[in-house]
């Protein structure tokens, strides 16, 4: 017998004025799965979660989460699910044991009732609980609003950007511990700008636009990067960009750090004989120490790759 999935998405769609910020979003979250949502700012992430988090009314289709559908029994789903907007919204003055108390009350239930579900996060803030929240470094923030979303021990939890403007060592601290929730049965919603954070996922979809462009494990998305790539690196990067994008082959060429991701629109030429042509090219248009090396996509060479397609459509 097949499991009820944590989330049920169909066709939503979500209107402020003539923009759809959700344009027939339909997704699956199963059972103790940590899914990623992963997309830009503007693309529709904070809007999806507030409908699954029955803080917005989709316009057109359904959601159900927990199987409690999101318009219907919002006062079953709210007391179940844990929320962290995309902003810190606890109280600046109140400290960190202030907080978790007060969010504990809410939902009926103590900080010691929950002692077990925050141990792993609570071990790093006990001591600073009497410190005031908004004097918190953006990590310890973040693991203060994650307890504050665990506290009466929800069923799912759902969050919206946790890691932005938060430092890398922290990022990483943060996503260690929802790996270890997800361990432990928890279904995990989340959503991020950041591409690295994709491949921390069990599944993602990429979002642009109010559209999901593709869902999959981040590994079978790269493996589906339909076109030869390479890497190529230079001096003059800039004007290395420029020719390339010149190229009578190139479907595509993006800055990435201090490379650039070239992609060939051809599908039956080897890659080796690709590089041999694009080293000739560059050499002919004076870039004479580039380096061209092929390589295999990451996500954010496929969300790039879909993105163009889309608009392309």
């Known amino acids: 017998m097949s499991l009820e999935p944590a989330v049920d998405a169909q066709g939503l769609v979500r209107r402020f004025g003539d923009d759809a910020a959700l344009d027939n979003v339909s997704l699956q979250v199963q059972p103790g799965e940590l899914y990623g949502v992963i997309g830009p700012d503007g693309s529709g992430k904070t809007t999806l979660f507030r409908v699954l988090v029955t803080l917005l009314l989709p316009d057109e289709g359904s959601a159900r989460v927990l199987g409690r559908d ?26 960190v044991a202030e907080n978790l108390g007060f969010f504990a009350s809410l939902f009926n239930t103590t900080v010691a009732a929950a002692r077990e579900t925050i141990a792993p996060i609570w071990v790093q803030l006990e001591q600073f609980s009497a410190r005031r929240a908004g004097a918190l470094s953006g990590g310890m923030k973040q693991k203060l609003a994650l307890c504050c979303a665990l506290v009466h021990r929800p069923e799912i939890l759902i969050l919206d950007e946790p ?7 922290s990022r990483r601290e943060f996503w260690g511990l929802l790996r270890r929730l997800r361990d432990e049965g928890l279904p995990i919603v989340v959503s991020t700008p950041y591409m690295d954070e994709a491949g921390l ?23 589906r990067y339909p076109l030869p790539l390479f890497a190529v690196r230079g001096d003059n990067v800039l004007g290395l960009l420029g020719a390339l994008r010149r190229f009578p082959h190139a479907a595509s060429v993006w800055p990435f750090g201090e490379s650039l991701h070239y992609t060939d629109a051809r ?31 990451g996500i954010e060479d496929a969300f790039m790759w879909y993105m163009s397609q889309g608009q392309a459509a």
Do not use: H
């Open 163 to 169: 890691t932005t403007g938060v430092d890398a060592v």
């Open 267 to 297: 599908t039956d030429s080897e890659p080796g004989m690709i590089a041999r042509e694009l080293s000739q090219y560059v050499e002919s248009a004076g870039f004479r120490e580039a380096s061209i090396q092929p390589i295999a996509a």
């Open 201 to 223: 996922c069990d599944r993602v979809s990429l979002m642009q636009d109010g559209k999901l462009l593709v869902t999959d494990r981040p590994a079978e998305i790269e493996r």
């Open 70 to 95: 999101v318009v219907n029994d919002l006062w079953d789903l709210r007391a179940r699910v844990g929320y962290m907007p995309g902003r810190f919204s606890l109280y600046p003055d109140l400290s």
